[in-house]
């Protein structure tokens, strides 16, 4: 799994890992409120040590160092003494721990209490007591060392009489000597007793005692950090149960169909439409919803072998898909493109095309009846109303007859249907068509009903054209493509206040001095889109030829050959001579009226543009001679070159180039 993947993961399960991380610090907080801190004091005592065998050497002796006597009955009881309050011997050694180190011969002894003073003061009441106690611990200790010096005595004494009645005793004299051996050092252990005084003190008295475990913060971070880790493994087990589509190509995997397209912003597209009231394809405004729908239709087309006419069902996999509003906005995609389009309604269980698609304000006619729409070129047929169930209808020659007659009347035939597993409608409305387009919408389509949709449509010989995946995440590239119109549109105006060229698509005409005059400018406060086409319908004033938006052709240098309107020939008049309706009545031919100039020749029509999200600019002729240069457009908000976005600019040469150049 890459990193991508694993945070998508705990995105799609956010509301898990938030509860998870609440529940838990909730209970870090409830734990802490009723927990009561117990605090701990610590105190050491420093033991003698001396030297059994003085300077030649020995054994050490100490105090005995067994830890169980800092909580023995005699130290408890003086400890109980010095606290007071009365408190059992008992139950303060319980609270009482003590540890022995045998290289420092130190002993750490900790007491707790509720209260850090208490603590402390408990932990020095032992600490003395066990202080107090230590000479009473080394006399028992001297006491067995004289017992044992009188049992080595007794044993040299019997071996010496035994020697007395047999000199060559070999056990009398081993008794002897090991005897001798051990009073000696017994001697020299019971003097070092002797010698410890003290034999212990307190090294370090204990202060106010400290809490016992984690602090508060320290808790809340552990439960924080404990409920993350719950609520990401929460977000993990919910996927691994849910089977719904996670990505395009899973999708695409499932269906063994390809992909036409990614519909990308649906949501927005859908909360602009019901704002604005209008189609968001039928905007010039590009988004990556409209640019997602400009490829779905390419791609419909493609499949289709571009035919001369075009029959496609569109059908979604399961309700939550946005099956309508995508048929609409590809049939108005085709309608815009020129094409004679008719959007049919063939949901007659849940009609939403005909809200989606009204009629123009004012129109009067059947609503029954196939109407126009408010996107020129689309039409509409509504749903009929039939007493049959919708299933039987569409199975009979007359909805047959009728999908026909409605497809011989266009180019494209759109027909919105309901889902595939809702009812039959949708398969049989396929077999009527070209193809059939199956929406998908990510993380709400479950990958069986999208094979069980797929399967349903294959067993019945329909056509899949392919999947429209609805649901996808922004990508760079689609923001690129909505974008990329924007970096070579052309500005609101000139610095001189000369008018600017129309949009790409628009068709520009020049119109007479007095018109351009009177002229109005474009409003303010509109949209940008709307400002476009205020722009591109106003006519240029009197003067120097406005850029046009134009394709960009490699003109060869030379001579260039005169277009048929200006040759010379039969049919154009002679430019020394005015046209027929410059001349006065009955003048002869080659003189003109003084009275009214010859106007200037209308320049030759542009060849109209389609609309593109991206045009380039190029200087007339007359302005410059030679071959324009091209160099890269400049994107505005990449700051980088965009692929396949030129800008054209005025020839700084005065040599003509190579007819051949590139």
Do not use: C
């Not at 880790?229 to 063994?256: H, N, P, S, Y």
């Not at 009728?402 to 494209?412: E, F, P, Y």
């Not at 000369?498 to 002229?519: I, K, L």
Request: charged share 15%; no cysteine.
């Amino acid at each position: 799994m890459t990193v991508r993947e694993f945070l998508r993961t705990v995105w799609d399960g956010k509301w898990y890992v938030l509860a998870a991380v609440v529940i838990v610090m909730v209970a870090a907080v409830l734990y802490l409120n009723r927990q009561v801190t117990t605090y701990q004091g610590t105190a050491t005592v420093q033991l003698a040590s001396v030297q059994s065998g003085g300077d030649q050497g020995g054994s050490a002796v100490t105090a005995n160092t067994d830890p169980t006597l800092v909580t023995s009955t005699p130290v408890a009881q003086a400890a109980a003494q010095d606290v007071g309050g009365g408190a059992e011997p008992r139950d303060l050694a319980s609270r009482v721990t003590a540890t022995y180190d045998a290289e420092t011969l130190v002993m750490t002894i900790q007491a707790k209490d509720a209260g850090p003073v208490r603590a402390g003061a408990l932990a020095n009441a032992f600490a003395k007591a066990y202080v107090a106690y230590l000479p009473t611990v080394v006399g028992q200790q001297a006491d067995k060392v004289s017992k044992q010096m009188d049992a080595a005595s007794k044993q040299i004494t019997d071996a010496q009489a035994t020697l007395r009645k047999n000199k060559n005793d070999p056990k009398a004299k081993a008794l002897q000597s090991s005897g001798t051996d051990t009073l000696n050092s017994l001697t020299r252990t019971w003097s070092a007793y002797g010698s410890l005084s003290p034999p212990g003190q307190i090294a370090k008295p204990a202060t106010a005692g400290v809490p016992l475990g984690l602090g508060r913060d320290s808790v809340l971070a552990i439960s924080f950090l404990a409920g993350l880790a719950a609520g990401v493994g929460l977000a993990f087990a919910r996927r691994g149960v849910d089977f719904r589509l996670r990505t395009v190509g899973q999708a695409a995997e499932i269906a063994e169909a390809p992909v036409l397209a990614e519909i990308d912003g649906v949501k927005r597209a859908l909360k602009d439409a019901t704002h604005h009231g209008h189609l968001p394809v039928a905007s010039r405004v590009a988004t990556p919803y409209t640019e997602s729908i400009r490829e779905l239709r390419t791609a419909v087309q493609v499949s289709a072998a571009h035919r001369d006419q075009i029959a496609v069902v569109v059908t979604a996999a399961d309700p939550s898909a946005p099956r309508s509003f995508i048929a609409a906005n590809l049939a108005a995609s085709w309608a815009l493109s020129g094409r004679r389009t008719i959007a049919m309604s063939g949901d007659m269980r849940r009609p939403e095309l005909d809200e989606i698609l009204p009629a123009p304000d004012g129109w009067t006619g059947d609503p029954r009846a196939l109407r126009p729409t408010r996107v020129p070129n689309l039409s509409l047929f509504p749903v009929p109303e039939q007493p049959l169930d919708p299933a039987d209808y569409l199975a009979t020659a007359q909805a047959r007859e009728l999908v026909a007659s409605l497809r011989g009347q266009a180019d494209v035939l759109v027909i919105d249907a309901p889902p595939v597993l809702a009812a039959a409608d949708a398969t049989i409305l396929g077999s009527y068509t070209d193809g059939v387009v199956l929406v998908a919408s990510v993380g709400k389509t479950d990958e069986l009903v999208l094979a069980e949709a797929v399967k349903r449509l294959r067993v019945n010989h329909v056509h899949l054209s392919g999947l429209a995946v609805a649901g996808v995440q922004g990508s760079r590239r689609m923001a690129y493509a909505a974008t990329y119109g924007e970096a070579s549109a052309a500005p609101a105006g000139g610095s001189n206040g000369a008018p600017v060229a129309a949009p790409a698509g628009s068709t520009a005409q020049a119109s007479s001095p007095a018109q351009g005059a009177a002229e109005p400018s474009a409003p303010t406060g509109v949209s940008r889109a709307e400002r476009r086409t205020a722009l591109g319908s106003r006519e240029p004033a009197a003067g120097p030829e406005p850029l046009r938006s134009q394709p960009v052709r490699h003109q060869p240098s030379g001579p260039q050959p005169t277009p048929a309107s200006a040759s010379s020939g039969p049919t154009s008049a002679s430019p020394a001579q005015p046209p027929a309706a410059t001349r006065p009545a009955g003048a002869p031919a080659g003189t003109s009226s003084p009275a009214r100039p010859a106007a200037p020749a209308a320049p030759a029509a542009a060849r109209p543009v389609p609309a593109t999200t991206g045009s380039v600019r190029t200087a007339p002729p007359s302005l410059r001679q030679g071959r324009p240069r091209i160099q890269p457009a400049w994107s505005p908000v990449q700051g980088r070159p965009k692929t396949g976005a030129i800008a054209v600019v005025e020839d700084t040469t005065d040599q003509p180039s190579a007819p051949d150049a590139r």
